[in-house]
């Protein structure tokens, strides 16, 4: 069992780190939010002063943060005070350039690392069934592995730094086209007299079937546990897909690669989001789809 450093303990890593805590590992926390070190320390995570002390003599340090910008400074400022061969994990969901400085800040100081994010939501969380993308070197992945098991049901060496970053922005790009497109279905069904009932059992086992239809759809009724069923509470909040939606077309940019349907994807979210519904799961843009009027 392993000494761990568990950095931001909100929504995610606050489960995170509790079902280490489970799997017998030592756990030493720290969030900048009262709350989330008291949530974490019922679940026997032991809150540390600030970050670098929860760090010290640590053998591996996880950070679940919010953005590229926090994940590079509480690393910079952990780098320096760890032990020879800790291992750094990011699990945030954060942009590809940023999680290749982390990695390049953590060599120059000889320390492996990898980038995790993660898919299941708060959800796969508590539950112990992430699906965890990483990106880095064999060894560094390897000693990562079984640590991960312990949060996670599925594993994935996606290649070397930053590839884990790159998988999660492509994956949600793919999500975040899908649930727009699946959407834009159900309205169109909607206007042609076409009940949802119908549509569902056609492109359920036709060309159509896709995950945002099968297990999210977005109408109620058709997938009994979809947030459809429960007012669209999140499950997946439309501001996170937004985020996301963001992260892939800044990385399509700078690598130069042409997604103009993710583009508009992210426009489409980026209205939901200013109309005031961040905080409504991600599927509930078929309601903002269904008000839509030709010009
Ligand atoms: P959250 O806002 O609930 O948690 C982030 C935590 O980081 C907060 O508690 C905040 O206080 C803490 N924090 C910020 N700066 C800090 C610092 N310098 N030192 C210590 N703590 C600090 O967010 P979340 O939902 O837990 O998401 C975390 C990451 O996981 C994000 O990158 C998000 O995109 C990603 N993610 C979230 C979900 C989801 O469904 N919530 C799903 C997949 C991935």
Redesign the pocket.
């Known amino acids: 069992m392993a000494n761990i450093a568990f950095?931001?303990?909100?929504?995610?890593?606050g489960p995170m780190a509790a079902n280490l805590v489970k799997a017998g590992h030592k756990v030493s926390g720290?969030?900048?939010?009262q709350a989330?070190k008291d949530a974490a320390k019922a679940d026997g995570v032991s809150i540390a002063a600030s970050?670098t002390d929860a760090a010290k003599g640590a053998e591996i340090v996880i950070t679940?943060?919010?953005?590229g910008k926090?994940v590079l400074?509480?690393w910079k400022d952990l780098v320096p005070v760890v032990g020879k061969n800790t291992l750094l994990i990011d699990?945030?969901?954060?942009d590809v350039e940023s999680a290749r400085h982390a990695h390049a800040h953590a060599t120059e100081h000889n320390l492996p690392s990898i980038d995790a994010?993660?898919?299941?939501?708060?959800g796969g969380a508590k539950g112990a069934t992430l699906t965890f993308m990483a990106g880095g070197r064999d060894v560094a992945f390897a000693k990562a592995k079984p640590i991960l098991e312990a949060m996670g049901k599925k594993i994935v060496h996606c290649g070397e730094a930053g590839a884990g970053q790159a998988a999660k922005i492509c994956n949600n790009m793919i999500l975040g086209i899908s649930m727009i497109g699946v959407g834009e279905a159900f309205v169109l069904a909607e206007k042609l007299g076409l009940s949802h009932k119908a549509l569902f059992d056609v492109a359920s086992t036709s060309s159509g079937q896709c995950w945002s239809l099968t297990t999210y759809c977005p109408v109620p009724g058709p997938v009994p546990t979809s947030p459809a069923n429960n007012e669209y509470k999140?499950g997946?909040?439309a501001a996170?897909m937004l985020?996301?939606l963001r992260l892939s077309q800044e990385a399509a940019k700078a690598s130069g690669a042409v997604t103009p349907l993710g583009g508009h994807a992210e426009s489409i979210y980026e209205a939901f989001d200013k109309a005031g519904h961040g905080g409504v799961d991600f599927s509930g843009i078929v309601n903002h789809l269904r008000h839509l009027t030709h010009k």
């Open positions: 950095i931001g303990l909100g929504n995610m890593g720290f969030d900048l939010v989330s970050a679940m943060l919010p953005a926090h400074s509480v699990c945030s969901t954060i994010p993660v898919s299941g939501g708060t999140p997946f909040a996170l985020k996301d």
